[in-house]
């Protein structure tokens, strides 16, 4: 029997790659039916291997290429949320770099981590927009988190997610993007699309790796 989509559900899926050591002999499997790549559950971390794996990322504020990275998805939120509107950092990791790059813009934010911010009145009320930076492609339950977007998201608001994404699953072998091994779920702009339709938002892809959702 086939291994469920990670995201979707279905059980169209196949085997797409098997992962040697570079990728920590993980399988990844692609679905037919929503374009999702994913890492079944016996491939994952634990949750404690998972904190540590995230401690060592190095996000130094003072790295002028990492913020120029982080615009990539500022750029694309601000000019489309009203000024000084509400917004959650998604993932916002330590330090936030993202939010403090909207606050500076004048927009008002929090921010929300599994493992380093359990604000958990921040998923307890609305928000004019959500951005999710790197984020999207840790997801266990991805569908499950998107519809808690969806449920956070005010009429009219604004997701701006941005992670990896491949158009052609025929690259996959050389990606660097599956050598992580908190990395479980892959996305394209296929995949983009079907969570568009399933949650009936609208969708901008307006450069590489970004993906803007709008709430009707």
Same mark, same amino acid.
């Not at 039916?33 to 079944?40: E, I, L, S, T």
């Not at 790295?63 to 917004?87: K, M, S, T």
């Not at 025929?170 to 983009?192: P, Q």
């Given at each position: 029997?086939?291994?469920?989509? /990670?995201?979707?559900?279905?059980?169209?899926?196949?085997?797409?790659?098997?992962?040697? @050591?570079?990728?920590?002999?993980?399988? %990844?499997?692609?679905?037919?039916?929503?374009?999702?790549?994913?890492?079944?559950?016996?491939?994952?971390?634990?949750?404690?291997?998972?904190?540590?794996?995230?401690?060592?990322?190095?996000?130094? #504020?003072?790295? #002028?290429?990492?913020?120029?990275?982080?615009?990539? =998805?500022?750029?694309?939120?601000?000019?489309?949320?009203?000024?000084?509107?509400?917004?959650?950092?998604?993932?916002?990791?330590?330090?936030?770099?993202?939010?403090?790059? =909207?606050?500076?813009?004048?927009?008002?934010?929090?921010?929300?981590?599994?493992?380093? /911010?359990?604000?958990?009145?921040?998923?307890?009320?609305?928000?004019?927009?959500?951005?999710?930076?790197?984020?999207?492609?840790? %997801?266990?339950?991805?569908?499950?988190? %998107?519809?808690?977007?969806?449920?956070?998201?005010?009429?009219?608001?604004?997701?701006?997610?941005?992670?990896?994404?491949?158009?052609?699953?025929?690259?996959?072998?050389?990606?660097?993007?599956?050598?992580?091994?908190?990395?479980?779920?892959?996305?394209?702009?296929?995949?983009? /699309?079907?969570?568009?339709?399933?949650?009936?938002?609208?969708?901008?892809?307006? /450069?590489?790796?970004?993906?803007?959702?709008? @709430? #009707?």
């Amino acid at each position: 029997m086939s291994t469920p989509c /990670r995201l979707c559900g279905s059980t169209d899926t196949r085997l797409l790659l098997r992962g040697g @050591k570079r990728a920590h002999e993980r399988d %990844f499997l692609h679905c037919a039916c929503c374009d999702c790549v994913f890492v079944p559950d016996e491939f994952l971390l634990a949750p404690e291997a998972e904190r540590e794996r995230y401690a060592l990322h190095e996000n130094d #504020p003072q790295d #002028p290429g990492y913020r120029v990275f982080l615009r990539n =998805l500022a750029d694309e939120v601000i000019p489309r949320v009203a000024p000084g509107a509400e917004g959650l950092d998604f993932g916002c990791g330590e330090p936030p770099m993202l939010m403090a790059m =909207l606050e500076d813009a004048g927009l008002r934010m929090a921010g929300w981590d599994l493992y380093f /911010r359990r604000d958990e009145a921040a998923l307890a009320r609305t928000w004019d927009f959500i951005v999710c930076s790197e984020t999207a492609e840790h %997801f266990r339950e991805p569908l499950a988190e %998107f519809a808690r977007f969806d449920a956070l998201l005010r009429p009219g608001g604004v997701l701006g997610v941005m992670t990896g994404m491949l158009e052609d699953w025929g690259g996959f072998a050389e990606w660097h993007y599956r050598f992580d091994a908190t990395h479980i779920c892959y996305y394209s702009a296929r995949t983009m /699309r079907w969570l568009a339709r399933r949650f009936d938002w609208r969708l901008e892809l307006p /450069r590489e790796n970004v993906a803007i959702f709008r @709430k #009707p």
